[in-house]
């Protein structure tokens, strides 16, 4: 079963507020294939590229809030990576609640259908957003706690994710994406800005990290769709 339980993130809606976003224009079909891959052991923090979460992200900035959520959380190859380790260590031969060797047991299916759960579990509206806030279980994992936000106002969806202690630092950071566009200090936190900006939409990637010994700490990440200019003729 899953064993980790929704619980506020720190500053969920003060993190969020300041962001300017981006977005890539790969439809949310062909980003994966499908959906993302179900299992790996071997994930790492560096395993994870914000820039995947572009397409899904952007599918979701323009469903209903519900839906959007859905959309983002079923494609968080995180969380599905996640939960595919609960479901290998429940679904057994012969165990009733999760036996995998039905002949429509399916892995994938089964992380789809926790995940879903855990929406039905989490959702809540507050601050004029829609927000499922989910933290992992004991078991070790590179990230800790994540955050889907979908607005009910505008076209713009959030993906937040808490790294574990010592999971990542700011020199991976900037090894595997560059130097950022831009650095900040938010509170005793330095940030790390990444952007992407096309005609359609733009979004950021928002690097939380302890100056004192450079771990990384949170990464948010954010779609917003533009709105289309009207030309006179």
């Known amino acids: 079963m899953i064993t980790g339980r929704g619980t506020a993130m720190n500053r ?4 969020l507020a300041p962001l300017v976003l981006l977005v890539v224009a790969a439809p949310l079909s062909n980003a994966f294939g499908g959906n ?14 914000w820039r995947d979460t572009m397409p ?3 599918t979701a900035a323009g469903l209903p809030e519900d839906e959007g959520l859905k959309t983002i959380l079923e494609n968080s190859k995180p969380l599905r990576i996640y939960v595919a380790g609960e479901v290998r260590a429940d679904c057994e031969l012969g165990n009733d609640r999760c036996d995998s060797g039905r002949k429509d047991y399916s892995q994938d299916s089964e992380v789809t ?6 929406i039905r579990e989490g959702l809540r509206h507050q601050h004029k957003s ?9 078991r070790p994992f590179v990230f800790s706690q994540i955050l889907a936000l979908r607005s009910d106002k505008r076209q713009d969806a959030y993906l937040v994710l ?23 200090i938010f509170g005793r936190s330095s940030v790390y800005k990444y952007r992407v900006v096309n005609a ?3 979004g950021r990637a928002v690097f ?22 009207r030309h006179s003729m």
């Open 162 to 184: 808490q790294f574990a202690d010592n999971a990542y630092t700011a020199a991976q950071v900037q090894a595997k994406y560059g130097a950022p566009f831009d650095t900040d």
């Open 56 to 58: 899904y992200l952007l």
């Open 208 to 229: 939380e990290i302890d100056p004192v010994d450079g771990a990384v700490m949170k990464v948010a990440i954010s779609v917003k769709v533009k709105r289309r200019q």
């Open 113 to 118: 259908r926790r995940i879903d759960g855990i």
């Open 36 to 49: 993302p891959p179900a299992g790996n052991a071997a994930f790492t923090a560096d395993d994870f590229d």
């Open 12 to 15: 969920p809606m003060v993190w």
């Open 130 to 138: 829609a927000f499922v806030d989910f933290a992992f279980g004991p």
């Open 200 to 202: 359609r939409y733009a």
